[in-house]
């Protein structure tokens, strides 16, 4: 079965740090560029980040430019978002996505809550 | 960048009815749109990709239509389980995406 689990959720400070994991199965995880995808509590879908198959190429909404990090390690087919230097409005359910062009499958996502 | 938005933002009505979702892009997006349905809760599911092409499994009440800058969403005869919000996303500035705001389908 074809899956992607997040996790890596939690309440953190504002200006403080969290790293969120996305594990593939199902799939050969090297084929697929990846996306992290963020939903705010009642709001609408954002696209957050890619990552191109080897983790060569890497893009963002311009909202978090600087702040959050994509990687991947292919080796053991997980996905990475590193969060630096949170703000309230980082809040959000947080899902992962394959991407042959379009986001055919989806974890069910992992709460980041930014707050003092 | 392409600004993407729906309209409308809400509907209601009741099993059995046609409902009409409709997409803009705010330049030429050719058929590089996708959309998806989500349920409180839960995850987005791809329902279409390529404006037109049904993903498996998705019930041939879903139809999409448009090219360039305008799109449609079509759901033929509502059912009780197709009460979700409806978001379009543009891929053709991939690898950047954009979505819609979404149109919250609810019974009338």
């Known amino acids: 079965e074809v899956q992607l689990v997040e996790s890596g959720g939690g309440l953190v400070q504002p200006g403080g740090s969290l790293r969120l994991s996305c594990a593939a199965s199902?799939?050969?995880?090297?084929?697929?560029?990846m996306s992290w995808v963020r939903q705010a509590p009642g709001k609408g879908l954002e696209w957050v980040a890619n990552?191109?198959?080897?983790?060569?190429?890497?893009f963002y909404v311009d909202s978090v430019k600087g702040r959050l990090t994509i990687s991947r390690d292919n080796a053991k087919d997980l996905l990475y978002l590193q969060m630096n230097s949170l703000r309230a409005e980082d809040t959000a359910v947080y899902y992962c996505?394959?991407?042959?062009?379009?986001?055919?499958?989806w974890g069910k996502g992992t709460t980041v809550i930014v707050s003092s | 960048d392409i600004q993407m938005t729906q309209s409308p933002s809400s509907v209601s009505a009741s099993v059995g009815d046609r409902v009409t979702i409709t997409c803009r892009a705010s330049?030429?997006?050719?058929?590089?749109l996708a959309w998806y349905q989500q349920k409180p809760g839960k995850a987005p599911k791809l329902l279409i990709s390529?404006?037109?092409s049904l993903q498996s499994g998705v019930p041939s009440r879903f139809s999409g239509s448009g090219s360039g800058t305008d799109f449609t969403l079509t759901i033929s005869s509502l059912q009780p389980e197709d009460f979700a919000t409806y978001y379009c996303?543009?891929?053709?500035?991939?690898?950047?995406?954009?979505f819609g705001p979404g149109t919250k389908v609810d019974i009338k």
């Open positions: 996303q543009q891929a053709n500035s991939f690898p950047q995406f954009t």
């Open positions: 199902g799939f050969t995880f090297s084929m697929y560029w």
């Open positions: 996505a394959r991407v042959p062009y379009y986001m055919d499958v």
């Open positions: 390529a404006t037109s």
């Open positions: 990552i191109k198959q080897d983790g060569s190429e890497k």
């Open positions: 330049q030429d997006i050719s058929t590089w």
